[in-house]
């Protein structure tokens, strides 16, 4: 629940892929001792989202807290891993926050923001760093099927956000969180070797 007594925004983690370039599967790598899968659930539950939707893929993964939703199509791209998670959304879900599995670094705070942000009306908000859109992304329901519609191949929401700018609201998050990913054997080794926070 929000503070105004409405159904919190869910939150929807994408953990299909197999990690190509990576030699297995994002979501059950280890990070600081725990599970990227883990740790990004955690990331959505700690900043406000309730309930937090996770699709699988590549890997079969259990997660506590979550809710796995499978993508059998998930060779075809993230676009249908969003579209997967989009229609397994509760019916009565007013928006929903939708993270990727290999940023370990976005954090609690930075998903509060943009919650805040659709608190205070915004449509879609989506977490900005130097300037630059990136994930999270806050949709409104409003949005589900025309974010879906538009998600195809290895494309998430980006295309619906660039044909709609006037409904998006920037939510500047460089101070609380940092958008790198994790796509090879050498940027979890540099993940690995930094400070754990």
Not at 157 to 181: E, F, I, K, M, Q
């Amino acid at each position: 629940m929000t503070l105004h007594g409405a159904l919190s925004p869910a939150g929807l983690l994408l953990a299909a892929g197999e990690g190509s370039r990576l030699g297995r599967p994002k979501a059950t790598l280890e990070l600081d001792g725990e599970r990227l899968v883990d740790r990004g659930v955690r990331t959505l539950r700690e900043g406000g989202c309730s309930p937090v939707l996770v699709v699988a893929g590549a890997a079969q993964i259990e997660v506590i807290g979550a809710v796995v939703v499978p993508n059998p199509d998930w060779r075809d791209g993230m676009g249908s891993s969003l579209r997967a998670g989009l229609a397994a959304l509760p019916p009565a879900c007013p928006a929903v926050v939708i993270a990727l599995v290999d940023q370990p670094l976005i954090t609690p705070a930075a998903v509060g923001r943009l919650i805040a942000a659709y608190e205070a009306g915004a449509e879609i908000a989506v977490a900005t760093y130097g300037g630059a859109r990136r994930n999270p992304v806050l949709l409104r329901a409003g949005h589900y099927a025309g974010v879906a519609e538009a998600a195809v191949g290895d494309q998430g929401a980006r295309g619906y956000l660039r044909a709609h700018p006037d409904l998006v609201t920037s939510v500047a998050c460089d101070d609380v969180a940092a958008p790198d990913d994790i796509d090879t054997p050498e940027d979890l080794e540099a993940f690995n070797r930094r400070e754990p926070r």
